[in-house]
């Protein structure tokens, strides 16, 4: 006997496809080449501030490094890519409680943990950078020092604030109802507000919709859907219409640290390309093109690239001022990132895991009434 399926319960089918359940080990791999992105950036390319790690520049100390180096800061473009997909992916049949108690556990336990690492390195052995007061360190352990105006205790936080507004936002979608259709709809949406918030300049406009940002969150959401349930034309034109986006704001973001991060001109050509690179891999992954990468080695990098990307930069470049007069160059670098891998290690087996566990256990209990 045939069954009769109406266009209602077509259409309600169309946005509740099945979320895919295994686990997508390219993501992991992914993180871990956007994490040795950044370090490249910090450990090779950027040598300016209070005191230069290596006592020199880096085209002097780094001649055929410096160069590729200096385009690391695009792994956490990356890194926005796959936030995306994956807060898309753990979103999906959560309740808005559910989705931002998630956020805070994966977040905050390992933060608190590499503030207070760093805080005490850099007061032990302010070798390259001085630390905050003891007031900003309480402050940076809520994680708003940035709307604060407060310095952070290493500057590689700025990139959680970012990522603290995009779960606020995404968090509104859960509100409504996340389906694929109103997930394409605020990804439509958000790119038309970062476009005219760019040209409206707006502080508090900005400060909402990130311009500069919004086109990688989006592409991430696309590729998660199109991951979920298939090609379709919407999702595709909605990742093409990020990516256009975001290879104008590269080359704007390009200038800024050619002009006033590094100090010396860069190509705009390769920062294209990267970014490129960026939406062609993740959308490989996300069509199954990257499945045969696979292994337990893949999902213990990918835990382990957020407490190495919280570790790395100031732990990293007292550790690089402390060795240098006693190693080669070269020598210095590869123990340098070997060391605070290993420190990652030790923060995610023995603080994170335990922490979050704790964590989730006290948030997941009901508010008194």
């Known amino acids: 006997m045939a069954v009769l399926v109406t266009p209602a319960q077509r259409r309600a089918a169309a946005t509740t496809a099945p979320r895919p359940r295994h686990r997508i080990e390219a993501l992991d791999g992914l993180r871990l080449v956007a994490a040795l992105m950044v370090v490249g950036y910090h450990f090779v390319a950027y040598d300016r501030g209070t005191e230069p790690p290596w006592g020199a520049a880096a085209d002097r ?48 336990p390992a933060y608190w943990v590499a503030a207070l690492l760093t805080f005490a390195v850099l007061s032990l052995w302010p070798l390259v950078r001085a630390p905050v007061g003891a007031g900003d360190l309480l402050v940076n352990l809520t994680m708003l ?15 959680l604030w970012v990522e603290a507004r995009f779960y606020l936002l995404f968090a509104l979608l859960v509100w409504r109802g996340l389906s694929v259709r109103t997930a394409t709809l605020f990804g439509y949406g958000w790119l038309v507000a970062a476009a005219l918030a760019d040209q409206m300049e707006v502080r508090a406009l900005n400060v909402l919709v990130m311009p ?33 986006l975001a290879q104008h704001q590269v080359a704007e973001q390009l200038r800024h ?27 490989l992954a996300a069509t199954g093109r990257l499945s ?38 070269y020598a210095t670098l590869a123990a340098v990132v070997a060391l605070v891998t290993f420190a990652a290690w030790l923060l995610h087996r023995y603080a994170e895991r335990p922490a979050a566990r704790l964590l ?3 948030l997941a209990r009901p508010l008194p009434r």
């Open 61 to 108: 100390v780094f001649p055929w490094l410096y160069l590729p180096a200096s385009y690391g800061w695009l792994g956490v473009q990356l890194f926005f890519v796959i936030s995306g997909f994956v807060i898309c992916l753990s979103a999906w049949d959560r309740t808005p409680g559910e989705f931002l108690r998630s956020r805070v556990v994966r977040l905050y």
């Open 145 to 159: 020092q940035e709307p604060l105006g407060v310095r952070s205790v290493d500057a590689v936080y700025w990139t």
């Open 212 to 244: 500069e940002h919004a086109p990688y969150f989006v592409a991430g959401i696309a590729l998660y859907l199109v991951h979920r349930c298939g090609g379709h034309a919407a999702l595709w034109a909605l990742a093409g219409a990020a990516f256009l």
């Open 257 to 283: 640290v050619a002009r006033d991060v590094l100090g010396r001109p860069l190509p705009v050509l390769p920062a294209l390309a990267v970014v490129a690179a960026i939406f062609a891999v993740t959308a």
């Open 292 to 329: 045969r990468l696979r292994g337990r080695w893949l999902t213990v990098a990918g835990a382990l690239t957020y407490p190495l990307y919280l570790l790395h930069e100031y732990i990293g470049w007292t550790l690089i001022a402390a060795l240098r007069p006693f190693l080669p160059r």
């Open 360 to 362: 989730r256990r006290h």
